[in-house]
């Protein structure tokens, strides 16, 4: 792997429009610790307007200051993760913070104590408007606020109700041990979960099955120590929820999210009224592989690749054709970021893997890459560029606080630029192996983000309603709830083996509760917005105006700005049209073999 010494500079990073050089970092975190102090001397005095405007402003401008601090020190610290000096940076502004948060801990509970009148009061007050976001989420929380000694209580159970969470991924990623496991002709292969990924891509039809049941057996071997620590969390999900006076974990998590229970239960009844587009799609992979039956351990397995390599240059051209349909002013910015090193292209040695977007509230934004030239790095460059502009768009046209978006909005622009990319590329395409490799790579893409998540979502909810209703639970239990969904999700064709019974205990993200379905509801929304500004049923206009409205209302009311409305059940039966419509295309072509 090449240093970084050998890189041109236009691939590399650059954080002058940051902080200048370390000093200056260092010159404005000395600054911003004292800042932090300040924030106490509105304590007790948070029922008067100007005052809470005076702290609103402190707090906004504090909070600008600590995440260009945080950014910076996160983003250098990735590009060495052998060099201990940005580390060291990273910690001490992750200390600062946590100070902060703690000196700030009583502005809520205090504003929650304002009666609803005010509280409309100064929503409709224009020198307010920066701040609408925590105005709403105070009004909205106060039946969910305690007294501030229960809630003094509450905040420090924290420091243990975590603990389900950290042992989870401490198994996992430390004493969790795989066995052995035999390819086609007999030999021992090392195992690990980063092995898996690999072997379930193999064209070794034993190694791949054998991965795949390995994967799961080795967390069946622990079944009941980690069926009681996942049950530990759901309980500790449901005490919190009824100690704020929920009806259920699912509605507390649905609440803070701003999003209708109708959303989540419409995403479950949809997805399983078009189980046979989920089925039907590995029966056309099954032909298309040759394989004489299609099992759990093909899903990852493609034996279709691309011939061509695209350059990272050549990259950036391809992303912004496909783009084009989004405006000369997003393809511009994206030209612009590129020429401004705002991207940090290549792999190095002892970079931090994987790819992300970063920007501090009113700066640039920043995107890591480890970009070696094949198709995913391609749509990886396009998701990522998804998630700037929409920050760059928020960024310029709301307040700080007004500007972040939430979870549930938060995957749609970089999977609109993902589903762009995608079509452009199969219209492109110079045969029918190119076209079934592209289609492929949207269905599959479907599967797991759509299919799969609401599978998750499903299991979650079943389980939480189970404890919370105080219901018979053992491991038994959870194990066939489990392989009993996986069977109804892949029907009778797909060749299900017993271990996948186990496949929920290996899923880290059930430890942050109802938050898969989210996954599944970002990239629905993506498809309808697709669809209607192809069909020109909505604007490139109306797409930057929801690209530019940050967290200004509820996201489903946000969503209706591109014409993608929850509160029916419109998006779901848009979504699944264009995938059938996928479906029949790839059912249509032959590949060559
Ligand atoms: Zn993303």
């Known amino acids: 792997m090449k240093k970084r010494s050998e890189i041109q500079d236009k691939y590399k990073w650059s954080f002058e429009d940051y902080f200048k050089n370390d000093d200056d970092w260092n010159k404005n975190f000395e600054q911003f610790s004292n800042e932090i102090y300040v924030i106490s001397d509105f304590y007790g005095k948070l029922s008067e307007k100007k005052q809470i405007l005076s702290c609103f402003r402190l707090i906004e401008k504090i909070s600008i200051k600590a995440e260009a601090l945080y950014i910076y020190a996160n983003c250098l610290s990735n590009l060495d993760i052998s060099n201990p000096k940005y580390q060291v940076y990273l910690s001490k502004i992750e200390q600062k913070l946590t100070e902060k948060n703690e000196i700030s801990s009583f502005i809520e509970p205090q504003l929650s104590v304002l009666d609803d009148k005010f509280l409309d009061e100064m929503l409709k007050d224009k020198e307010f408007s920066d701040f609408t976001k925590i105005l709403r989420d105070v009004k909205k929380s106060k039946k969910h606020t305690l007294s501030e000694e229960i809630e003094k209580l509450l905040s420090a159970t924290g420091s243990f109700s975590s603990n389900f969470s950290s042992i989870f991924s401490n198994f996992e990623d430390g004493d969790l041990k795989y066995n052995l496991v035999k390819n086609s002709k007999g030999k021992d292969m090392k195992m690990s979960s980063s092995l898996a990924m690999i072997y379930l891509q193999s064209p070794d039809d034993t190694l791949r099955e054998n991965a795949y049941k390995e994967l799961q057996q080795a967390h069946g071997r622990f079944n009941n120590f980690l069926t009681s620590n996942y049950l530990g969390s759901v309980r500790k999900d449901a005490f919190y929820a009824k100690a704020r006076k929920f009806n259920s974990s699912l509605e507390s998590a649905l609440f803070y999210e701003e999003v209708g229970e109708n959303v989540y239960n419409n995403l479950v009844k949809n997805v399983e009224e078009n189980l046979h587009l989920n089925q039907k799609y590995f029966e056309i992979k099954k032909r298309i592989y040759g394989l004489k039956q299609f099992k759990l351990s093909d899903l990852f397995f493609c034996p279709l690749k691309l011939k061509s390599k695209y350059s990272y240059d050549n990259a950036i051209n391809i992303v912004c054709s496909a783009l084009a349909i989004l405006g000369d002013d997003y393809v511009d910015y994206i030209k612009f970021m590129s020429e401004k090193r705002m991207i940090d292209v290549f792999p190095t040695e002892n970079k ?16 890591l890459l480890n970009f070696v030239g094949t198709f995913n790095d391609l749509s990886t460059l396009a998701h990522e560029l998804g998630h700037a502009m929409h920050s760059v768009y928020s960024n310029k046209h ?155 209302d509820v996201p489903t009311e946000l969503l209706k700005i591109v014409d993608v409305n929850f509160d029916t059940e419109e998006p779901f039966k848009t979504a699944f049209e264009y995938i059938e419509g996928k479906l029949k295309m790839l059912n249509s072509l032959k590949n060559k073999k």
Not at 352 to 367: D, H, I
Not at 453 to 466: D, G
């Open 352 to 367: 931090a893997s994987g790819a992300y977007e970063t920007m501090a509230t009113k700066k640039t934004p920043r995107v």
């Open 398 to 552: 709301q307040s700080a606080v007004n500007s972040g978006y939430t979870i549930f909005l938060a995957e749609i622009a970089s999977t609109v630029n993902e589903i762009l990319l995608n079509d452009y590329m199969l219209k492109n395409a110079k045969n029918s192996d190119e076209k079934i490799y592209f289609i492929n790579q949207f269905l599959s893409e479907c599967y797991s983000t759509i299919f799969r998540q609401t599978m998750f979502a499903n299991f979650e909810e079943i389980i939480h309603s189970k404890i919370e209703k105080n219901e018979d639970i053992s491991t038994e239990i959870v194990n066939s709830i489990y392989f009993d969904l996986v069977k109804k999700y892949f029907g009778k064709k797909v060749k299900i083996f017993d271990e996948v019974k186990y496949e929920w205990s290996r899923i880290p993200h059930f430890y942050n509760e109802f938050y898969v379905y989210k996954y599944a509801t970002g990239l629905i929304s993506a498809i309808n917005i697709v669809k209607n500004l192809m069909s020109g049923k909505i604007s490139v206009q109306n797409y930057k105006k929801f690209l530019s409205s940050g967290c200004t």
